[in-house]
């Protein structure tokens, strides 16, 4: 390693995006831009973790972008199931208030996995419904994004799983051809997991695991038209000079080891629980001309990887240390986010906080209303948590 160097081929190959097959632009946030989650349980079961807003928001580290999550469990496209016992207003009116106020620039629109649950023959009433909504959200100024159900591995007996996977699809296509005739952006979801379905699902078989959202998340990213995440470190310990560039640059190359510092582009995605990850969503270090051996990486101090010289020229994931702790803490900065937000816009007992029984707990409006400092101070540390930091490596042999 006596004339190694760093020769950083920090690559972000675009993999073939099934969102642009219609010949779309990738999306592009703009600096302050407010987007919003809208549909049943699939956002509302995204509060949990945040992987999807987390893939979103780290995208651009230095555009403060503003999230909301309106997701409600079991509703549908006439918001069916945001009723109360308060009327006025009426649970539709009370979706548009709840929109409103949350100031979007762009809507995500999940619905359809409620609707499903009636066939071909719900199809019609179902678009009319959701392009009455893509209508008004259009004359609030806000941007319609589409996005499908996601497939279910199972939902009471393989007879009633096939039925509904069918519906399922049936109702992609339908949003789908929404989309295309509208020309808004259309999210596939379900054909990514149709054919993945295990290790997922929750043991309920229809709603996504921490597992799933991660697989979702890259779904996502990669149908927005955005390149994967994940960057690659090729270390070329034959080559005489050492190169540089914005995002790393070679400070020592010694017979004993090599030392650099690197700052990927974005964050890698959280590691989920049971240890998913995947290397075009991280960071890979790949060493070329090594002598035989091991050698030990590590990162600020701290031993993080130690591998063969061959294990090295094929490339390690790094899948734990400094970002994926950071990436960690700003997963958990999002979840507490959302779920503050939660409770503040539907609290349990809303019929005697905000409806027509306020007389009797009307005072704890004021306690929702200052949630919205706690929710200001978790969005400043989202917004300095998603900038990547500058890490400094060393790669030794093992001895």
Not at 108 to 128: C, D, I, N
Not at 141 to 164: C, D, F, K, N, W
Not at 199 to 211: C, M, R, S, V, Y
Not at 215 to 244: C, F, H, Y
């Amino acid at each position: 390693m006596a004339c190694g160097l760093l020769l950083l081929l920090l690559t972000n190959a675009t993999l073939p995006v099934q969102a642009q097959r219609r010949g779309g632009a990738a999306l592009e946030f703009k600096p302050g831009s407010r987007i919003l989650f809208l549909g049943s349980s699939l956002f509302e079961n995204e509060i949990a973790k945040g992987y999807l807003e987390y893939a979103l928001a780290t995208r651009w580290p230095d555009r403060e972008l503003t999230f909301r999550n309106l997701g409600w469990m079991g509703d549908n496209v006439f918001a069916e199931a945001r009723s109360t016992f308060t009327t006025p207003p009426t649970p539709y009116q009370q979706l548009f208030q709840q929109i409103r106020s949350t100031e979007p620039d762009y809507v995500l629109l999940a619905y359809g996995s409620v609707e499903a649950q009636r066939g071909r023959a719900g199809v019609k009433h179902f678009t009319t419904g959701l392009e009455t909504l893509i209508d008004s959200i259009d004359a609030m100024g806000a941007q319609t994004i589409l996005v499908s159900p996601i497939p279910v591995r199972e939902a009471g007996g393989a007879g009633h799983t096939a039925t509904l996977q069918e519906n399922l699809k049936i109702y992609t296509d339908a949003i789908s051809s929404v989309a295309a005739r509208r020309k808004k952006r259309f999210v596939d979801f379900y054909t990514p997991l149709a054919n993945n379905t295990d290790g997922l699902f929750l043991d309920n078989g229809i709603h996504l695991n921490e597992a799933g959202y991660y697989i979702l998340a890259q779904a996502l990213e990669e149908q927005m038209g955005w390149a994967p995440r994940g960057s690659t470190v090729v270390i070329d310990a034959s080559q005489p000079n050492a190169a540089k560039s914005e995002q790393a640059k070679i400070l020592a190359s010694k017979a004993d080891g090599i030392a650099f510092t690197y700052r990927e582009p974005l964050l890698p995605l959280p590691v989920t629980a049971s240890g998913v990850h995947d290397k075009e969503a991280s960071v890979t270090v790949q060493v070329q001309g090594l002598g035989a051996g091991f050698y030990t990486l590590t990162e600020n101090g701290r031993q993080l990887a130690t591998a063969s010289a061959a294990d090295w020229a094929e490339g390690v994931v790094l899948n734990h240390g400094v970002s994926q702790a950071q990436a960690a803490k700003l997963s958990d900065y999002i979840a507490k986010k959302n779920g503050l937000f939660f409770q503040q816009y539907r609290p349990m007992n809303r019929t005697y906080i905000l409806g027509f029984r306020s007389y009797e707990q009307g005072g704890h409006k004021q306690g929702l209303e200052d949630m919205d400092f706690i929710i200001a101070w978790l969005e400043g540390q989202i917004n300095i948590s998603r900038q990547p930091a500058i890490k400094t490596y060393e790669l030794r042999p093992l001895r």
